[in-house]
């Protein structure tokens, strides 16, 4: 059992100061009666809570796809700038949330939001191998010698080593990277060892969740459990 305060603040965005003025409001019902007190018992996985007539159903955990536009910091708050839980719908918003890994402010695509803490952890622990997908548009033509170097693993300018990296040519001066580290500015400067400049960076893949075609840089919907499962599904063995 568990105060009805509680659970509603937990799976919304409601504050418990809120939830006792929709109470004194008649504006919370427990199986379809008006509850007055914010305080009393329910159970969190059979009693039916509405608030405002909208059912608040229980979830443990939630676990969003964005497609994260430039501009928005990859953050749970901040005080001078705009961050991608400031631009979640209402219907998303609740306790608690984060977005798991940080994509930087000018970089767009895949980012999963949760309140999920192991999950994050595991997918951002480099020993899981999870292998984040990325596209890099560079300032010139790509040379021979740079696929080489990825995979034999880049040394930045301050002698950090990272680890070997899948690298594909797509065009004159766009390429594929799979890392499965997640270093500040990582590809970046992984780049910017090889004496190119990257102008444009999306990610398009997590583990084998691929982002959503459908969803518009902003836009924002639920994964499914087989697509969380997804993020741990990818190529183990890159090489």
Do not use: W
């Not at 190119?196 to 893949?205: A, D, F, G, P, S």
């Amino acid at each position: 059992m568990e105060r009805l305060d509680k659970f509603i603040s937990t799976q919304t965005s409601y504050s418990r100061k809120d939830i006792k003025r929709l109470c004194k409001s008649c504006e919370v019902t427990v199986n379809d009666r008006i509850v007055k007190q914010s305080d009393v018992k329910i159970d969190p996985e059979n009693d039916v809570v509405c608030v405002c007539g909208e059912e608040i159903c229980y979830k443990q955990f939630v676990y969003y796809m964005m497609n994260k536009p430039k501009g928005v910091l990859s953050a749970s708050n901040d005080k001078n700038a705009k961050t991608v839980i400031d631009i979640l719908p209402q219907q998303f918003r609740r306790k608690n949330l984060f977005p798991a890994g940080r994509l930087d402010k000018d970089t767009t695509g895949l980012l999963i939001i949760t309140d999920d803490g192991d999950f994050a952890h595991r997918m951002l622990s480099p020993n899981k191998k999870v292998y984040k997908h990325y596209i890099a548009t560079l300032d010139k033509e790509l040379d021979d010698t740079v696929k080489e170097r990825f995979e034999n693993g880049i040394v930045l300018s301050d002698g950090t080593v990272c680890q070997k990296a899948f690298f594909e040519k797509l065009s004159d001066s766009r390429a594929l990277v799979k890392i499965c580290e997640g270093k500040f500015h990582q590809v970046k400067k992984m780049f910017l060892s090889c004496s190119y400049t990257v102008v444009e960076l999306e990610r398009v893949q997590i583990g084998a969740l691929k982002l959503d075609s459908h969803l518009a840089q902003s836009e924002v919907r639920e994964l499914t459990k087989s697509e969380t499962l997804l993020v741990f599904n990818g190529e183990i063995d890159q090489f």
